[in-house]
């Protein structure tokens, strides 16, 4: 009788145990882009993967500091061979992709960027173990709002920008994924100077904590804490 009574005192201690380590699962979560994914002229907390990881752990999701593979000025090509020679602990549970601006920056070719991209868009998949709705892509800023931009073609800039967007959301829509438009937002730097790092050209920590806002909620309703 009492060897029964300890078996129905441990088996629900067992169970909440059980539940209690698949609630605390630490997941992974890397971040592929350029200047924009490392947070240039910010601290490196006030980058929007580090303020998304933090966001996600206060809403109950356990999260691993993120593992950032960019580097500033990288364009699609130069992300994908800084992939190459990285070693990576996949799968991640988290994965997100922002590349693009420098393609732009530099004049290369749209047509090339939309290859590039799908490789890349494939790669990030692949990283998330092949799970689709554990990736998320960013779009590209608009640079052309910042004070950097004052004495050129704004204009111009926009209409590029939004061109690469359309390749870049036209490629994650058919892919099945998650995509988190911040251009928009990134345009009032013209009228807000609060939005603008000090070197007057990349985000503050105020636009990427707003960057990171968005990409936690579409983390959430893709993923349980």
Do not use: C
């Amino acid at each position: 009788m009492n060897r029964l009574k300890q078996l129905f005192i441990t088996l629900p201690f067992l169970m909440t145990m059980a539940l209690n380590s698949t609630a605390q699962k630490q997941r992974s979560f890397l971040a592929l882009g350029d200047s924009y994914t490392i947070g240039e002229s910010v601290p490196i907390y006030e980058s929007f993967p580090y303020q998304t990881v933090q966001l996600l752990r206060n809403k109950g999701m356990s999260v691993h500091a993120a593992e950032i593979i960019a580097k500033t000025g990288w364009t699609t090509d130069e992300l994908m061979a800084g992939i190459e020679k990285t070693t990576f602990a996949q799968p991640y549970d988290i994965v997100t992709l922002l590349i693009g601006v420098n393609n732009q920056y530099r004049g290369k070719d749209p047509s090339m960027y939309e290859q590039e991209f799908e490789k890349l868009l494939k790669k990030a998949i692949a990283f998330a173990g092949g799970n689709q709705q554990h990736v998320f892509v960013l779009s590209i800023p608009d640079w052309g709002a910042t004070p950097f931009a004052a004495s050129r073609d704004r204009v111009k800039i926009g209409k590029e920008i939004d061109l690469f967007n359309t390749i870049n959301k036209k490629i994650t829509d058919a892919a099945g994924i998650s995509y988190v438009s911040i251009t928009a937002g990134s345009r009032e730097a013209t009228s807000n100077a609060l939005l603008v790092a000090k070197d007057g050209l990349h985000p503050s920590g105020i636009e990427y904590g707003r960057w990171a806002k968005k990409l936690t909620e579409a983390i959430l309703q893709s993923i349980r804490p």
